[in-house]
């Protein structure tokens, strides 16, 4: 049985920084895109990052590029979510996810399997 689990999210000041971990179980996730997605109340869940099974392609939406940094542990069989600079607008639920689509998608509906997220607010 496939299991994604997020962690490491919270209640940070803007300005400030969390690193996210999606560990997964059941699956090797170094032989499949992973991506990271965030859903703000009201809003739609939207791609934040990704990176390829063989880690030569990311993705970063422009909101955060240059902020976030995705990487992976092969040995941790976990994919990170590095983010700086954390502003109140990055407030949102943050899920990973796995496709078995080659290269790299921000497009949610080429992802299988979905974590059950963790909570980020920016907040003062």
């Known amino acids: 049985q496939v299991q994604l689990v997020e962690s490491g999210g919270g209640l940070v000041q803007p300005g400030g920084s969390l690193r996210l971990s999606c560990a997964a179980s059941g699956i090797t996730l170094a032989r499949y895109t992973i991506g990271w997605f965030r859903q703000a109340p009201g809003k739609e869940r939207e791609g934040v990052s990704c990176i390829s099974s063989n880690g030569d392609s990311t993705y970063y939406d422009v909101s955060v590029k240059g902020r976030f940094t995705i990487s992976r542990d092969k040995a941790e069989n976990t994919v990170y979510l590095h983010m700086n600079s954390l502003k109140p607008e990055d407030t949102a639920v943050y899920y990973c996810?796995?496709?078995?689509?080659?290269?790299?998608?921000?497009?949610?509906?080429?992802?299988?399997?979905w974590g059950q997220g963790t909570q980020v607010t920016v907040s003062s």
């Open positions: 996810a796995i496709s078995a689509v080659p290269g790299t998608s921000n497009d949610p509906s080429e992802y299988s399997y």
